[in-house]
């Protein structure tokens, strides 16, 4: 009994993919004048190549020809898939370069949306520095301000509070 058709339907839609996706790499048969050849599309345009310069050697100018325009139809297929892919990289690249700005302008806008929060300057503005004595001018940290005094790390424990316990006073009757 024969398998049902649906079930070689259903296999050969899996196998349909483009035709040309990935010509560069992919392999044909190529029926010519002497047989199969059969390769990538680079090969093949070399096979047939060297097959025409055989034939021009031995003086057959019709298989030369045959084999010249059978190199030229794969040179054809091979240069096509080569700008086809390149168009796909050009296009890829485009996008990436879309998402990396849109990512771009997300950051940004995300650091303009913050509120910002002006620390507070507890210290009195610089005082200038007569310039005819030094060039330097005085900074924060050599003004003679008194540093604030930190607190030591080490907790110290609460003095202990006596309990007194209640007296009871004398009750008068």
Known sequence: MRPSNKSR???NN???QNPNANAVNRVFDSSGPSGKVRGTPQQIVEKYATLAGDATLAGDRVAAENYQQHSEHYSRMLTAALKEQAEKQAEHQKQQ????QAHQARQQREVEDKPR???ENDQPPMAAVDTKETDLVET???SAL??????????QAAPKSESVPAQ???VSE
């Open 117 to 119: 929060v002006e620390p």
């Open 9 to 11: 339907q259903r296999k």
């Open 14 to 16: 899996n196998r349909r």
């Open 168 to 170: 009871e006073s004398p």
């Open 146 to 155: 008194p540093k604030p005094k930190s607190r030591s790390r080490t907790r």
């Open 97 to 100: 370069q879309a998402q990396q």
């Open 140 to 142: 924060p940290e050599s």
